[in-house]
């Protein structure tokens, strides 16, 4: 488990060291999901079979084609709401399939699953101006993952805010055991004029 953290934060820094360099190239928190998911793609890409599968809505169910899946996932739904990039434990994930063959949803089940949400201050869709609302939204994602049992992180993009150190350390004490809170902050910090 610590090893597939650690390959995780190296992916998560390699992202982090760009967007902090770069931070006109991620406009929206989706820009940085997908940089993300470029990130850890080869590293947890690859198709594998699934075998872990359930049929509902027949007495005689019939049986399955092959089929395969992959680790990485992204905006996957859960009765609690969408995760923003998953990699899942596929021995750990049943995939539920109706009477007719139709795919029905997935159910997490005890094993090694991995949850990454991804929250940025910086949005077009819903801008958020205060630090208030900013501390708030950090809050609830962290309430959100602290609800499963597995590894997690929520990576914290603050390009308006500059969070205190009290504040950090505040949400990290918030995260739980399971839950990995990083912090990020882009090298304009919000001016980009020139310091003369």
């Known amino acids: 488990m610590q090893k597939q953290e650690d390959i995780i934060r190296k992916a998560i820094k390699q992202v982090n060291s760009v967007v902090q360099k770069n931070p006109l190239a991620f406009l929206t928190e989706s820009d940085i999901q997908c940089q993300l998911y ?3 793609l080869p590293l947890f890409g690859d198709i594998e079979p699934v075998s872990n599968t359930s049929i509902w809505g027949t007495a005689k169910p019939r049986t399955l084609k ?3 899946s992959k680790r990485l996932h992204s905006e996957l739904l ?3 709401g969408r ?24 159910q997490l089940e005890s094993g090694n699953h991995v949850f990454i949400e991804i929250k940025v201050s910086r949005t ?7 630090q208030s609302r900013w501390l708030q939204l950090l809050h609830s994602d ?5 609800a499963y049992p597995w590894l997690s992180f929520l990576l914290a993009y603050d390009f308006d805010f500059q969070l205190s150190q009290e504040h950090i350390n505040e949400i990290s ?9 990083l912090y990020l902050k882009d090298d304009y910090m919000s001016n980009y004029f020139e310091q003369t």
């Open 38 to 40: 470029t990130a850890l």
């Open 66 to 68: 092959s089929i395969s």
């Open 78 to 80: 859960l009765p609690e």
């Open 83 to 106: 995760i923003d990039l998953a990699i899942l434990d596929l021995s750990a994930t049943r995939f539920a399939f109706n009477s007719k063959g139709r795919f029905g949803h997935t």
């Open 124 to 130: 077009h869709r819903s801008r958020i101006a205060t």
């Open 142 to 146: 962290i309430q959100k993952l602290r």
């Open 173 to 181: 004490r918030q995260a739980g055991s399971h839950t990995r809170f």
